[in-house]
């Protein structure tokens, strides 16, 4: 179905209705009265464990806790969260921790699959439990046929660097490795699977932040590169000392390659060019945000994004305390959402707060932030018609040799 869509003075354009787009435009009466809505994204960290100690850790106090780990969401109290979050969900991150780790992975992801015709899954990872990601991504593949599942391999950067900042020998090569099979699986088996590389930029691989950067775009070539501005606590302070230049100019070579078609850069399915371009415009945002150090847009996290901790704690965005904790509504999501705890923090959200994070603030919030949205549909209107380029000239090469 092909809508017209505007905000006001600004008009966005005349677009096929994707899944995610359909699940924002749903929200945005609402949003404009103030009325709450259900998250269109979701950031459940699954757990405290961890086999890595790594020196931007922005968790390191709760890894691995012993009385807090005895909290852990169960996997039905989960199931319970998905059957009454009361609405789609366009993406839900598992993070942690390793959420490998745990071993219901597979049964977390199918809940929301079910309950909230769950559109995309980023599973975030270091890439090291080889036994556990392959089978692991292979059954949520398998069980859920039309989801769109992007494994999140954070790898900060070359070899040297990315060892002393995970602070384990031979990390860099299991990464590697694991994205490297991933693709393999892919491309014999699971189409709708998309690899991704997280790197955060910070101290210890500021000087080496573009020799990554190649050898990403000519060597490993993922599904998407993504970037991430480091953001405090840091287990290590010394880390978030770093030429805040070099994120803006790395932001900018991304964005570049990505037009130019040089790097492929975006994920799959009907979404998957509007969650790009969505990724790719948030980055130079995020530069301005730090240079300027005011808001660039209004924030709703809160009310487009949540997130949950291992052991049942709700807030809006992991920069924020804790709002309340979804054991004592008895895991009723609706119930808890609806709060006037909940109402206090959508207020505070909105009345100009700011940060240089991803996941909580720029990513559910630009969607809702009309003269964004209108530089973002643009900026996914070149992406597709560079991509088909690309591909109608690949389809030419073909038939030439044939």
């Given at each position: 179905?092909?809508?017209?869509?505007?905000?006001?003075?600004?008009?966005?354009?005349?677009?096929?209705?994707?899944?995610?787009?359909?699940?924002?435009?749903?929200?945005?009466?609402?949003?404009?009265?103030?009325?709450?809505?259900?998250?269109?994204?979701?950031?459940?960290?699954?757990?405290?464990?961890?086999?890595?100690?790594?020196?931007?850790?922005?968790?390191?106090?709760?890894?691995?806790?012993?009385?807090?780990?005895?909290?852990?969401?169960?996997?039905?109290?989960?199931?319970?969260?998905?059957?009454?979050?009361?609405?789609?969900?366009?993406?839900?991150?598992?993070?942690?921790?390793?959420?490998?780790?745990?071993?219901?992975?597979?049964?977390?992801?199918?809940?929301?699959?079910?309950?909230?015709?769950?559109?995309?899954?980023?599973?975030?990872?270091?890439?090291?439990?080889?036994?556990?990601?392959?089978?692991?991504?292979?059954?949520?593949?398998?069980?859920?046929?039309?989801?769109?599942?992007?494994?999140?391999?954070?790898?900060?950067?070359?070899?040297?660097?990315?060892?002393?900042?995970r602070r384990k020998e031979?990390?860099?090569?299991?990464?590697?490795?694991?994205?490297?099979?991933?693709?393999?699986?892919?491309?014999?088996?699971?189409?709708?699977?998309?690899?991704?590389?997280?790197?955060?930029?910070?101290?210890?691989?500021?000087?080496?932040?573009?020799?990554?950067y190649d050898f990403l775009?000519?060597?490993?070539?993922?599904?998407?590169?993504?970037?991430?501005?480091?953001?405090?606590?840091?287990?290590?302070?010394?880390?978030?000392?770093?030429?805040?230049?070099?994120?803006?100019?790395?932001?900018?070579?991304?964005?570049?390659?990505?037009?130019?078609?040089?790097?492929?850069?975006?994920?799959?399915?009907?979404?998957?060019?509007?969650?790009?371009?969505?990724?790719?415009?948030?980055?130079?945002?995020?530069?301005?945000?730090?240079?300027?150090?005011?808001?660039?847009?209004?924030?709703?996290?809160?009310?487009?994004?949540?997130?949950?901790?291992?052991?049942?704690?709700?807030?809006?965005?992991?920069?924020?305390?804790?709002?309340?904790?979804?054991?004592?509504?008895?895991?009723?999501?609706?119930?808890?959402?609806?709060?006037?705890?909940?109402?206090?923090?959508?207020?505070?959200?909105?009345?100009?707060?700011?940060?240089?994070?991803?996941?909580?603030?720029?990513?559910?919030?630009?969607?809702?932030?009309?003269?964004?949205?209108?530089?973002?549909?643009?900026?996914?209107?070149?992406?597709?018609?560079?991509?088909?380029?690309?591909?109608?000239?690949?389809?030419?090469?073909?038939?030439?040799?044939?």
């Amino acid at each position: 179905m092909l809508v017209k869509v505007c905000f006001g003075r600004h008009r966005v354009g005349i677009y096929k209705m994707d899944f995610a787009t359909k699940e924002i435009f749903k929200r945005y009466a609402s949003i404009l009265i103030g009325k709450p809505i259900t998250p269109v994204f979701l950031n459940i960290l699954v757990t405290s464990v961890c086999d890595m100690r790594c020196t931007h850790c922005f968790f390191t106090d709760e890894l691995d806790d012993r009385p807090r780990k005895k909290l852990q969401m169960k996997t039905d109290e989960i199931a319970k969260i998905s059957e009454t979050l009361r609405g789609n969900l366009g993406v839900l991150v598992l993070a942690g921790g390793e959420p490998f780790t745990r071993k219901d992975l597979p049964q977390i992801v199918r809940a929301f699959y079910e309950n909230n015709k769950l559109d995309s899954v980023y599973l975030m990872s270091n890439g090291q439990i080889h036994p556990r990601i392959f089978p692991d991504v292979a059954q949520i593949m398998d069980e859920c046929p039309n989801l769109n599942v992007s494994v999140a391999l954070g790898i900060d950067g070359m070899k040297e660097a990315h060892e002393k900042i995970r602070r384990k020998e031979g990390s860099w090569d299991k990464a590697i490795h694991t994205a490297r099979t991933l693709q393999q699986m892919k491309k014999e088996q699971y189409p709708r699977l998309d690899i991704q590389t997280c790197t955060c930029v910070m101290h210890s691989n500021e000087d080496t932040i573009f020799d990554w950067y190649d050898f990403l775009k000519n060597d490993l070539k993922p599904d998407k590169v993504n970037i991430n501005y480091i953001r405090p606590p840091s287990n290590d302070p010394i880390e978030l000392q770093f030429d805040h230049k070099r994120y803006q100019q790395l932001s900018d070579m991304i964005l570049e390659d990505t037009k130019n078609a040089a790097l492929k850069n975006r994920y799959g399915g009907d979404s998957g060019f509007f969650k790009a371009a969505v990724d790719i415009y948030m980055h130079d945002l995020i530069a301005k945000t730090k240079e300027e150090n005011k808001a660039q847009l209004t924030c709703y996290a809160g009310s487009a994004g949540a997130v949950i901790y291992d052991n049942g704690a709700l807030s809006s965005c992991e920069n924020k305390a804790d709002v309340l904790n979804l054991r004592d509504y008895d895991w009723d999501f609706n119930a808890a959402w609806n709060t006037d705890l909940m109402a206090e923090r959508r207020r505070e959200a909105g009345n100009g707060c700011f940060c240089t994070h991803e996941s909580n603030c720029f990513y559910p919030s630009l969607p809702f932030n009309p003269k964004h949205l209108v530089k973002i549909k643009k900026l996914e209107s070149e992406m597709k018609k560079v991509a088909k380029s690309v591909g109608f000239e690949a389809a030419k090469k073909v038939a030439m040799k044939a």
